[in-house]
């Protein structure tokens, strides 16, 4: 098992930046976990923003936020991080980290684990 807990979200104008953690902890190695991002806004789904593999060579991103979002893992401190560059009002969301150890797709129901959420608002 993994806990997750995400730190980090603020609120920031429109084309700011953010960056936000999510440091694993328990009894599983966090290098046997691909780690994936979910936001959720207001009324809205919780929808898949991206994952890395176990040693982060490979990351995949959701159409909404290529270019702008950026994943990476550092499997020695135990930590994912999400950098989100030129930020919109319509990225104001709940964002939660995710893990399982078997799957890396965008389905919400298929990671086992999941942090608290860290709000993000974005200012226009």
């Known amino acids: 098992q993994v806990q997750l807990v995400e730190s980090g979200g603020g609120l920031v104008q429109a084309g700011g930046s953010l960056r936000l953690s999510c440091a694993a902890s328990g009894r599983t190695s966090f290098s046997r976990y691909i780690m994936a991002w979910f936001r959720q806004a207001p009324g809205k789904e919780r929808e898949f923003a991206g994952a890395t593999t176990r040693s982060g060579g490979r990351i995949y991103y959701a159409d909404s936020v290529k270019g702008r979002f950026t994943i990476s893992r550092d499997n020695c401190k135990n930590t994912v991080y999400l950098q989100m560059n030129s930020l919109k009002p319509e990225g104001t969301a709940v964002y939660y980290c995710?893990?399982?150890?078997?799957?890396?797709?965008?389905?919400?129901?298929?990671?086992?684990?999941w942090g608290q959420g860290s709000q993000v608002t974005v200012s226009s």
């Open positions: 995710a893990a399982d150890a078997l799957y890396s797709g965008t389905d919400r129901y298929e990671y086992d684990y």
